[in-house]
């Protein structure tokens, strides 16, 4: 890991806490609305479940100008925790909100659990639990959840179980849990859900990593986790949290930089991982901890007719790199399904009186018609799952053996993700969660029965590689002569 030392005031902290037990970490970028009530949460988890331990909860800001460390300040003190649920613990809760400071001068969301992994391990926590501060659903209980599987089950890593409204956490159902299932043979549903329990002995070997980029300092944090969890051969588990709500996000709008930066660190992860994967084959389940929860979360909305706009306006700019990313077979058929996206949806669009470009409603068009509306409207859009698993083994291929840089690669791929996602919610948009579970499942299937198309052309790449590798010296001599 690069150096990013604490500041001192944040040693300051640290040595006026001392050691603890037991840490919460809550990130924080304008939270001021939500904020409270996962603080409250977290307090009453640590006083209620872990009465006995040293507990700390620390709040580590991106300095958000809307007030959010003051709401974390002002939340009501442990002591109101004592009083509504009639426990005596032994330790008094500490509670900090500070500001991060930034890694080699990028801040984000891992910035900002840099700086707690730097002061748990200071501290010498057991177990350190993060979670979101965009979070609704949040009950003490999660605490318990997340932090129990480390204290007595000897986990090192522990991943969310929830159910997620069918269209949220896209970049999860399309890429990071099929991925990291097919690569590491490991079944982790949420590999970037946010919330996690981490141990003592895992903060440590985050700590001692070389491998922290950009990307992992903002949203790549999550998927880096998770994969240093898993080629470090620690113990993982998941927990069942029940429902995930928190601040909606519209695929097409809100999740291109966080695409980059997730599949951007996923993906450069799996470069320098290859030994660990390339035998693998199959999968396994990973054990679950807590009781099953039936729930439904809340369903947001997606403007579908966006995204596959923007998979057509992709096609007219990025074909270029399109073309020398895939194979030349799987490039012709993305090609031809943007050009169905970018005229199903111009069709849709002026049959519902929208602007095609953006998608958006047109003046005098009160509000946008709901995601089943404009799913119905473009309905005979299609993109099979085993060209989607083709072009993101493509993209990997390219990334470790092609010409082009992975940033530029990751970002023009954004569009084709766009156009997997609009597929994706017209079909799932009459379908119940479990049915669209299931659709998740399959495509995940589909990623493992694919895995010899990456695993058989990433050793013939990497064979001429190292050829080409050994024939340079050979070629620098005979010019020496
Ligand atoms: N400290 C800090 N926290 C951040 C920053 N950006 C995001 N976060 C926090 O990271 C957490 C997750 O961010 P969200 O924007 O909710 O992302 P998400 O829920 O993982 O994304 P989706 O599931 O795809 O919607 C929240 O607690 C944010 O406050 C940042 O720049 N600095
Ligand atoms: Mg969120």
């Known amino acids: 890991m690069p150096s990013s030392p604490l500041t001192q005031a944040i040693k300051d902290e640290v040595a006026r806490l001392g050691s603890a037990d037991i840490m919460v970490g809550i990130p924080s970028y304008r939270n001021a609305a939500t904020i409270g009530h996962v603080v409250r949460a977290a307090q009453a988890g640590l006083v209620q479940y872990f009465p006995d331990l040293r507990p700390v909860l620390v709040n580590a800001d991106a300095g958000s100008p809307d007030g959010t460390q003051r709401v974390v300040v002002e939340t009501e003190p442990p002591g109101y925790v004592e009083q509504i649920l009639l426990v005596r613990p032994t330790n008094r809760l500490q509670r900090v909100s500070l500001t991060y400071p930034e890694v080699d001068g990028v801040g984000g969301k891992g910035a900002a659990l840099r700086t707690l992994f730097e002061m748990a391990a200071a501290l010498e926590v057991e177990a350190l639990v993060i979670v979101d501060s965009d979070l609704r659903s949040i009950v003490p209980e999660w605490i318990e959840l997340?932090?129990?599987?480390?204290?007595?089950?000897?986990?090192?890593?522990?991943?969310?179980?929830?159910s997620r409204?069918?269209?949220?956490?896209?970049?999860?159902?399309?890429?990071?849990?099929?991925?990291?299932?097919?690569?590491?043979?490991?079944?982790?549903?949420?590999?970037?859900?946010?919330?996690?329990?981490?141990?003592?002995?895992?903060?440590?070997?985050?700590?001692?990593?070389?491998t922290w980029t950009e990307d992992v300092s903002r949203f790549g944090i999550d998927i880096w986790m998770t994969t240093t969890a898993l080629t470090g051969g620690f113990a993982v588990c998941q927990t069942r949290l029940g429902a995930k709500i928190h601040d909606p996000k519209d695929p097409g709008s809100d999740l291109g930089p966080m695409f980059r930066q997730v599949v951007g660190t996923m993906?450069?992860?799996?470069g320098d991982n290859a030994d660990r994967w390339l035998d693998i084959t199959g999968s396994h389940d990973v054990p679950a901890y807590g009781f099953e929860r039936f729930?439904?979360?809340?369903?947001?909305?997606?403007?579908?007719?966006?995204?596959l706009a923007q998979f057509h306006a992709g096609s007219l700019t990025l074909a270029d790199t399109w073309q020398q990313m895939l194979r030349p077979d799987n490039f012709e058929c993305i090609v031809a399904l943007a050009r169905d996206a970018g005229r199903m949806a111009e069709a849709a669009a002026n049959k519902l009186g929208m602007d095609a470009e953006s998608g958006e409603?047109?003046?005098?068009?009160?509000g946008l018609p709901s995601t089943d509306d404009l799913s119905d409207a473009v309905a005979d859009f299609h993109f099979p799952d085993d060209l989607w698993v083709r072009v993101v083994y493509d993209l990997m291929l390219s990334a470790s053996f092609g010409e082009l840089p992975l940033e530029r690669l990751v970002a023009a791929f954004v569009p084709i993700y766009f156009g997997r996602v609009g597929r994706f919610i017209i079909e799932n948009r009459r379908l119940s969660s479990e049915q669209a579970e299931e659709r998740v499942e399959r495509q995940a299937r589909e990623f493992e029965?694919?895995?010899p198309y990456l695993v058989d052309r990433w050793r013939e790449a990497a064979a001429a590689r190292a050829a080409a590798q050994?024939?340079?010296?050979?070629?620098?001599?005979e010019s020496g002569r």
């Open 165 to 210: 409204y069918k269209y949220d956490g896209t970049i999860t159902n399309t890429v990071t849990y099929p991925v990291t299932r097919a690569l590491y043979g490991h079944r982790i549903r949420q590999p970037i859900g946010g919330d996690f329990g981490v141990s003592g002995d895992l903060i440590r070997h985050y700590l001692s990593q070389k």
């Open 267 to 270: 993906i450069s992860m799996a």
């Open 470 to 477: 050994t024939m340079v010296p050979d070629a620098s001599a």
């Open 295 to 307: 729930v439904d979360p809340s369903p947001l909305e997606v403007n579908t007719l966006r995204l």
């Open 449 to 451: 029965l694919l895995k």
């Open 146 to 162: 997340l932090a129990g599987p480390v204290i007595k089950g000897g986990y090192d890593f522990v991943a969310p179980l929830y």
């Open 361 to 366: 409603g047109s003046a005098g068009h009160g």
